[in-house]
């Protein structure tokens, strides 16, 4: 019984973190109408920007990768995603000049150069084999309530980046990349600039 409680969680846990991918997706196509296929290279920087924060130095020295800080994950969690929005912003700056099809063609080949990059990068990221021996946050509580308490955190997450979502949809913010989705030459009328709101 509790093999398959753990299973459940697991695959709930998997769910939440899956469930945070299609908020962002959603408000990229869904709010802003932006057909980019590059998110998933910048979640790919992200993640393994935390794996290598916090992998232990031992997983480091038994692997070739880099990394190996043994950050905690509260500390790591924040510079991954700061590490996919910085990379994210020239890429973006250069992409959004772009309309339509011409644009997901382009965010295609960027998230396909980042997987490569990930892949062939052994030296960095271990390449197909990955990062070993991250630890999973509040691990240290044990099993099964490690798990438990790590399903809980996650979907702690999801609830508040939809919160986020949903406020951001609501706001004069959202407002305006819902305008500027439907006429972009109509926002433009009344002041807007929609490159610089594509960009945010």
């Not at 965010?107 to 990221?125: A, C, H, Q, S, Y």
């Not at 084999?129 to 240290?140: A, F, Q």
Request: with cysteine.
């Amino acid at each position: 019984m509790e093999a398959a409680l753990l299973y459940l969680a697991t695959m709930l846990t998997l769910a939440g973190v899956y469930a945070c991918l299609a908020l962002g997706l959603n408000l990229q196509w869904g709010l802003t109408g932006l057909m980019n296929f590059g998110g998933l290279g910048f979640l790919a920087v992200g993640a393994y920007t935390a794996a290598l924060l916090t992998a232990p130095e031992s997983a480091q020295q038994s692997a070739a990768h880099g990394g190996g800080f043994g950050w905690p994950w509260w500390v790591a969690w924040p510079l991954a995603a700061l590490a996919g929005a910085l990379l994210a912003l020239p890429v973006g700056a250069a992409a959004l000049r772009l309309r339509a099809d011409y644009l997901a063609i382009a965010t295609i080949g960027i998230g396909e150069i980042l997987r490569l990059v990930v892949r062939n990068e052994d030296w960095l990221t271990g390449g197909p084999l990955g990062v070993p021996g991250i630890p999973r946050p509040l691990e240290s509580l044990g099993e099964p309530a490690g798990q438990f308490a790590f399903l809980a955190l996650v979907l702690l997450v999801a609830a508040g980046l939809y919160a986020m979502a949903e406020a951001t949809a609501r706001s004069p913010f959202g407002r305006t990349l819902r305008a500027i989705r439907e006429d972009e030459e109509a926002a433009k009328a009344v002041g807007k600039n929609p490159g610089a709101f594509r960009l945010a």
